[in-house]
Structure formats: structure tokens, C-alpha cells
């Protein structure tokens, strides 16, 4: 288990990104997701660990591309790609990176976070579930998922169950 005090979790900044990709790959997920945050539309989260990034995740605080999010949790921002480099995972980073998304999402004056997770993903699931999320009510959601492939964003189709959070005023 790690120390809680070797661990810091913040927003990205510009100069850091060669290190996140070197530990997940995805340079041009990356690029694109450090161009949103600048334009405030989200925050790139790290988990560093001795000035290693360990773990991310994504918040979205733009309005959801599925329709049927957007009719039912309406300006409720998600969470995106959170990862845990394999070697360190089961060590509660996933829980930090989620934890700091909550400060990040009340900060913002959200009392709601939402998150979709593919049908095959049950360690997601069982994180979720445990850090209070509960699946919605209104059934599964077809989505997307975003990879970039020589250089172009390509959408691959994904079934996916939806998990909300109600989040205290703290």
C-alpha cells in the first residue's frame, strides 16, 4: 500500500505531457484532451508518485455527445479514461484520481458525477460501486470509444452502463 503522502493527484499542466504519455501511451488522446482543459472545458487529472505519472483521468464538464445523457443527467460532468499504471493498481490510486475529481466537480458547483463503463470492465465496476456510484435506471447507453489512429480520431463503438454519484456540499 502506498503512502497517502508519496501520492499527489493534480491537474496536468502543458510541460507534463511527454511524461503521461511514457506511462499510457496515447499521445494524441493526450494532446487533445490538455487542448480542452485549456479551453476550460475539463481537467486532466495525474497521480505522480516520486515525479512518475502513475494514474489519470479525465472530467468532462462539456455537455455529454449521448443524447440520452444529456436528457437525463443534464450539465452533470463524467469522468473519462481514468488508469492506473499496471504495476501499482489495487494500491487506492484509482480511488485518489476519483476522489479529486469529486473536489475538482464540487468546486465547480456540481452536486452530481457520472461515468460510463464497458459491459467486460468489472474492476471499474466494482471501484465504482464501492466509492458510492449506483447504476442509473434508464438501461444501457451506446457509446463510443476515442482512439486516435494516424493521427485521426476514430470512434469505435462501445455498450456501456451508466454510474452516477450524488455528491455532498462539501
Known amino acids: 500500500m502506498l503512502s497517502d503522502h508519496a501520492l499527489e493527484v493534480r491537474p496536468a499542466i502543458g510541460r507534463e505531457l511527454d511524461l503521461v504519455v511514457a506511462a499510457f501511451g496515447d499521445a494524441s488522446f493526450f494532446a487533445e484532451r490538455m487542448a480542452r482543459q485549456s479551453e476550460d472545458n475539463g481537467v486532466l487529472l495525474v497521480a505522480w508518485l516520486h515525479g512518475e505519472a502513475v494514474g489519470c483521468v479525465y472530467v468532462w464538464f462539456e455537455d455529454a455527445e449521448e443524447a440520452e ?13 481514468l488508469r492506473v499504471v499496471e504495476r501499482l493498481r489495487n494500491n487506492r490510486i484509482g480511488t485518489a484520481l476519483v476522489h479529486a475529481a469529486e473536489r475538482v466537480v464540487r468546486a465547480r458547483g456540481h452536486l452530481q458525477l457520472a461515468l460510463g463503463i464497458g459491459l467486460d470492465n468489472a474492476d471499474a465496476e466494482r471501484l465504482y460501486l464501492r466509492l458510492g456510484f449506483a447504476e442509473w435506471p434508464y438501461g444501457l447507453v451506446d457509446t463510443y470509444y476515442v482512439v486516435f489512429k494516424d493521427g485521426s480520431e476514430v470512434r469505435e463503438p462501445e455498450l456501456c452502463r451508466i454510474l452516477v454519484k450524488e455528491l455532498d456540499g462539501q
Do not use: I, M, Q, T
Request: glycine fraction near 8%; hydrophobic fraction near 40%.
Open 69 to 81: 445523457l444529456r436528457k437525463h443527467l443534464p450539465g452533470v460532468p463524467l469522468l473519462n479514461r
